[in-house]
């Protein structure tokens, strides 16, 4: 079992930088890729970024150029740096993990969520 533990949400106003953390711990053998998805009231979860374990990385249309995905892979941990918050930003987020076991079982793990308000 991996548990994935974020941190870093809160209000920001329009225009403001915030920084998510979210660290992979429990009984780890090979995380692959990570990701963070957004859930705002009333829409589906929407990926926003994610990043493999050799650092490629992929973006929603709507963050690119605002949002920055990193990763440490000595901490089991992703990042997601975001730039130029706007209202429509405001939404759930959560961390993804895949993890693969020992026998090669692909499972994804999720964060129990952080919320980002954008608003003044």
């Known amino acids: 079992q991996v548990q994935l533990v974020e941190s870093g949400g809160g209000l920001v106003q329009p225009g403001g930088s915030l920084r998510l953390s979210c660290a992979a711990s429990?009984?780890?053998?090979?995380?692959?890729?990570m990701g963070w998805y957004r859930q705002a009231p009333g829409k589906e979860r929407e990926l926003v970024a994610d990043i493999t374990e050799g650092g490629s990385t992929n973006y929603v249309d709507s963050v690119k150029g605002r949002f920055t995905i990193s990763r440490d892979n000595a901490k089991n941990a992703v990042y997601l740096q975001m730039s130029s918050l706007k209202p429509e930003d405001t939404a759930v987020y959560y961390c993804?993990?895949?993890?693969?076991?020992?026998?090669?079982?692909?499972?994804?793990?999720w964060g129990q969520g952080t919320q980002v308000t954008v608003s003044s």
């Open positions: 993804n993990a895949d993890h693969r076991n020992r026998v090669g079982w692909l499972h994804r793990y």
């Open positions: 429990g009984n780890i053998f090979s995380i692959r890729a």
